[in-house]
């Protein structure tokens, strides 16, 4: 069965340090892939997505994340993060012709001033 | 442009009792979906629509019912409340389907308590 694995329930960084939230899937075939996040209170918004193409995707608010078949993982970074950028993130993944999409349990981000 | 709106934001209701949830979007789509959000699991899909009168099971149906009559509108059932079903609920919609890549536009959520 499809799964998602995001394996840092919790990640603390100063801010203006750089940022990395791992996300894993397993899958048999390729997937589409996305990243949302969720401020407090709020709806999820989606950061980037990736389907096919160049495995580096750019995203808003200045997010990035990478594609790596051989590892199944698709993580995401930021190279120096912002107070603002304190919130939940979900890596989600989905499958060509098939509307269940399956969300990773979310990694909390916290930024020290 | 209000996106995708949900009624009520909060509730709280004792076992064995009925409430519907709305969800409205004011953007066309034609697929709307309802998630819970229960901590340490993320997001599971309950049912979605993919037009106009048709919906569709998700990973967690059981429990919940739903409507599409209206293209804006979905709705979620819960016919008889259980601790179980103690969640935030999201809506959310996109213009065609999670299988062709595409963004999710997200409600704000609705927290539900089941006493």
């Known amino acids: 069965a499809q799964s998602v694995t995001q394996p840092d329930i919790h990640i603390t960084v100063s801010e203006g340090a750089s940022l990395e939230l791992r996300c894993n899937y397993s899958y048999g075939a390729t997937p589409y892939l996305f990243w949302y996040v969720q401020s407090p209170g709020q709806g999820l918004q989606l950061l980037l997505k990736y389907f096919s193409g160049d495995t580096l995707v750019q995203g808003i608010k200045g997010f990035e994340a990478e594609f790596k078949r051989s590892q199944s993982s698709f993580n995401l970074r930021k190279p120096s993060v912002h107070w603002s950028d304190a919130a939940e993130y979900f890596c989600a993944v989905g499958l060509y012709n098939n509307n269940d999409m399956r969300f990773g349990a979310g990694t909390r981000l916290t930024v020290k001033p | 442009n209000a996106g995708v709106t949900q009624t009520p934001k909060f509730r709280v209701l004792k076992t064995g009792q009925s409430m519907t949830l709305l969800c409205a979007q004011d953007m066309n789509h034609e697929y709307m979906y309802w998630y819970r959000q229960d901590p340490g699991m993320g997001l599971r899909l309950i049912h979605y629509s993919v037009g106009e009168g048709t919906t569709a099971k998700g990973e967690v149906p059981d429990g919940y019912n739903v409507s599409r009559l209206k293209k804006q509108n979905f709705l979620l059932g819960l016919e008889s409340a259980a601790p179980s079903q103690t969640s935030v609920y999201f809506c959310?919609?996109?213009?065609?389907?999670?299988?062709?890549?595409?963004?999710?536009?997200f409600g704000p959520g609705t927290r539900l308590t089941v006493l």
């Open positions: 959310a919609s996109s213009y065609l389907g999670l299988a062709r890549y595409n963004e999710q536009f």
